[in-house]
Structure formats: structure tokens, C-alpha cells
């Protein structure tokens, strides 16, 4: 059974930053396409980050370009988001995420959409 546990939210003041974690259980990340997302109140999930499997070659959304970083250790099966300069518009529950099914399972997916698997999320809200 897929499992897959995120922490490190909370609140922060603009400017500031937080380190999210997702530690996985039931699969292995390194062998498939995992990420981030993020969902606010009545918005569409968007995806934030990913780490392609094929390469290792991560791609960030355009809006957290240079503020965001991805990464993965595979020794504790641990994905992670270290999210700096954080800004009001970044407000939302953020999800792991994997893509494990289809013909592409090791590329970044087009669109948060296409994740197979994701956590329940943690909540970072960013307000003065």
C-alpha cells in the first residue's frame, strides 16, 4: 500500500521560508516521477515542482522559478520542497505526489493531474 506523509507546513510572514517533507512508504521514488502540488480554496490543483526519474532533472512552476527547490533523498525514501521568499499567492495545501502508471511514469507530468498518488498534504499559509 502507497503511503505518503507531508510535513513542514505552517504559517510564515512573506519573505520567509519552510522546508516540506514527504516521507513515502510502499514504493520507491527514485524509480518514478514525483512532485508537489498545490490546491487553494477554490482553485484548480497546480503543480509546483517535480523530479523526473529518467535524469533526475527537475522543473519548477514559472511563478516559484528561483524560489523553490526539489529534492530527493533516497536513502530515507524522502522527498522534499525548501520553499524560500515565500509570497501571500503561495498560500495553499501542498501534496507529494507520484506518478507510477502509464507509459511516462518517469517523466514530469504535464499537469498535477496526471500524479497517480498523493498525500493528504500540510497547510502553508503565508500572511503578515
Known amino acids: 500500500q502507497v503511503q505518503l506523509a507531508e510535513s513542514g507546513g505552517g504559517l510564515v510572514q512573506p519573505g520567509g521560508s519552510l522546508r516540506l517533507s514527504c516521507a513515502a512508504s510502499g514504493l520507491t521514488l527514485s524509480y518514478y516521477a514525483v512532485g508537489w502540488f498545490r490546491q487553494a480554496p477554490g482553485k484548480d490543483r497546480e503543480g509546483v515542482a517535480c523530479?523526473?526519474?529518467?535524469?533526475?532533472?527537475?522543473h519548477f512552476r514559472g511563478a516559484v522559478k528561483g524560489r523553490f527547490t526539489i529534492s530527493r533523498d533516497d536513502a530515507k525514501n524522502t522527498l522534499y520542497l525548501q520553499m524560500n521568499d515565500l509570497k501571500p499567492e503561495d498560500t495553499a495545501v501542498y501534496h507529494c505526489?507520484?506518478?507510477?502508471?502509464?507509459?511516462?511514469?518517469?517523466?514530469?507530468?504535464?499537469?498535477?493531474?496526471?500524479?497517480?498518488?498523493w498525500g493528504r498534504g500540510t497547510q502553508v499559509t503565508v500572511s503578515s
Open positions: 505526489a507520484v506518478r507510477a502508471l502509464g507509459i511516462n511514469w518517469r517523466q514530469c507530468p504535464a499537469t498535477a493531474t496526471e500524479y497517480d498518488h
Open positions: 523530479i523526473s526519474s529518467i535524469d533526475n532533472s527537475t
